[in-house]
């Protein structure tokens, strides 16, 4: 399984942005689709996940800001970010889980700043 992540960038608090990860191979297997995220000096932690039931998780800390979603027509993973916080600054990943494998695409900079 491979993972393209995009949609990164630089948004004022407050802000909305959208991120896209590209997903190809064989993803039959894939029973979760994650968004982790990495901030400076922190522990990488998931943010989202969804199953293939479209069932979402969100942590606590994005819950009510962030939306998981996927599109199986265009094999993308979708993280919708509104009202963006200065503490959203990470690197996301999007990754994606079998049972026994867990797959990360490269990282994708975003930066909440005035």
């Known amino acids: 399984v491979q993972l393209q992540a995009s949609g990164g960038g630089l948004v004022q608090p407050g802000g909305s942005l959208r991120l896209s990860c590209a997903t190809s191979g064989n993803t039959v297997t894939i029973i979760y689709w994650n968004w982790y995220r990495q901030a400076p000096g922190k522990e990488r932690d998931m943010v989202a996940r969804i199953d293939t039931h479209d069932s979402a998780y969100y942590a606590n800390s994005v819950k009510g800001r962030f939306t998981i979603s996927r599109d199986r027509f265009k094999g993308t993973l979708n993280l919708e970010m509104t009202n963006l916080k200065s503490e959203d600054t990470a690197v996301y990943y999007c990754?994606?889980?079998?049972?026994?494998?867990?797959?990360w695409g490269q990282g994708t900079q975003v930066t909440v700043s005035t």
């Open positions: 990754t994606a889980q079998s049972r026994d494998k867990h797959y």
